[in-house]
């Protein structure tokens, strides 16, 4: 087989380790927006490309005989990707266009579980101008939320007390999108703890991954501004410490009737990767966010859990015969922490080397922005590396992640506290808390 990688972040370097650990005869191919050397070396052929361009990425797949293709970012899955390679006779592992507004449009997502009696949402409302937002800004209170209906790399989205500290400040920021021509969702804000549960679907069955907790602050103790991820955990038992096993049930529920919605909304069944967002609080889960590929850094760590073969779980998703694929992960614990360059997120320096030579495991090291210049290292503008460790428990991973971060050298931080047993203990509490 042939096999396609669109992206380069350290999601898709992790998919390239998946899918070269198989036996299956492959060849792996990859589209990239930089030069990702730990890809590069996995691959048989690497080109740096608009993966945005469709034609280009079509024509790449026609001259060299790809039979599938895995999309890891949203902006080309939002633009088509998969409708064109389908044209083109090539499968892929990613929605369709118009499946993949479930994540290019805030408001559609909403509408779509609020259309479909799936009970996950806040009271929300969708504008396209300044009008009725003040009055449903009062009736929400203090507790509001913000969200530009488009894609924006995360960091689209203000939350009241963390973003936004008054209804001004809010309509403000209303303006601001209404003058770049968007719209925007406002609702009111949950309170619990959030975790991301992804599936793999076929358009048929669903196939639910280990539930992962995402840190998205840039600063220990969860300040700072937001980021694309600065790191991930999950436990051996596949669910959290703060949750309980009818909260993993219930995401795993909601997951599975937005599926169902999705295809007796548009007549045929959503195939690749379903993450949903959600945030358990003391009124049940609920849906934050749905994304319509692999998270990051959420992909590193169930691929690096993953014990089956991850070419035939993405041939069953194009075949629509995941029910009779075998899908098992370790019960082992992961964390996962990026190393970042200094002033990440808003103004990361660049075209800095670093050095990873200590790092003592390779495998538990997943490349993200950075390049290859000779035998250099060099920082690309955004998230640079990551480390993932598995161990028996999460307390355990987090030591040996940390000790590994710690070994890479250059103009780089991370986040110290991610799967230490003072936050997780944090995370307990609060739930009790509201519980």
């Known amino acids: 087989m042939n096999i396609l990688i669109i992206g380069s972040g350290a999601r898709e370097h992790a998919i390239a380790r998946a899918l070269h650990k198989s036996p299956k005869s492959k ?37 060299n005989n790809i039979s599938l293709a895995i999309i890891g970012p949203e902006n080309p899955l939002a633009n088509g990707v998969v409708d064109m390679l389908g044209k083109a006779g090539v499968q892929a592992v990613g929605p369709t266009k118009e499946m993949a507004k479930i994540e290019a449009s805030k408001s559609f997502a909403r509408d779509l579980l609020l259309e479909y009696n799936i009970p996950a949402c806040p009271k929300y409302k969708v504008f396209k101008s300044t009008e009725g937002v003040k009055a449903f800004l009062t009736d929400l209170g203090e507790g509001f939320v913000v969200k530009y209906d488009g894609l924006a790399g995360g960091k689209g989205v203000k939350v009241s007390g963390d973003h936004l500290n008054s209804h001004e400040e809010a309509m403000k920021y209303c303006d601001e999108i209404i003058q770049k021509g968007g719209k925007f969702v406002v609702e009111e804000k949950l309170v619990g703890e959030e975790f991301s549960l992804m599936s793999f679907s076929d358009g048929k069955t669903l196939i639910h991954m280990p539930a992962i907790q995402d840190h998205k602050r840039a600063l220990d103790g969860d300040l700072g501004p937001n980021t694309g991820g600065m790191g991930t955990y999950s436990a051996a038992n ?40 959600f945030i358990a609080t003391s009124n049940g889960v609920k849906l934050i966010e749905y994304n319509a590929r692999f998270g990051d850094p959420e992909a590193m760590n169930v691929l690096s859990l993953l014990q089956s073969d991850f070419v035939d779980i993405c041939t069953s998703i194009a075949n629509s015969n995941l029910k009779n694929t075998d899908i098992s992960f370790l019960n082992k614990a992961s964390v996962c922490k990026y190393a970042v360059p200094n002033g990440y997120p808003n103004k990361p320096i660049k075209g800095e080397e670093i050095n990873v030579d200590n790092v003592f495991e390779p495998d538990m090291l997943f490349y993200a922005s950075v390049t290859k210049e000779g035998d250099r290292l060099i920082l690309a503008g955004s998230r640079a590396v990551a480390v993932v460790a598995v161990e028996e428990s999460i307390s355990e991973a987090e030591k040996v992640a940390e000790n590994e971060i710690c070994s890479i050298k250059g103009p780089l931080f991370h986040r110290k506290d991610i799967g230490k047993e003072s936050l997780i203990q944090n995370r307990i509490n609060h739930m009790k808390s509201i519980r």
């Not at 030069?35 to 024509?59: A, F, H, S, T």
């Not at 599975?256 to 959503?270: D, E, Q």
């Open 27 to 63: 060849f792996i191919y990859c589209l990239a927006s930089n030069n990702n050397p730990g890809i590069k070396k996995l691959c048989y052929d690497m080109q740096v490309i608009d993966i945005n361009n469709n034609e280009l990425v079509v024509q790449y797949s026609k001259k």
């Open 238 to 277: 596949h669910s959290l410490p703060f949750l309980n096993k009818n909260e993993v049930k219930k995401a795993q529920e909601i997951n599975s009737l937005t599926a169902a919605a999705l295809k007796k909304k548009f007549g045929y069944g959503y195939k690749g990767i379903l993450y949903g967002g």
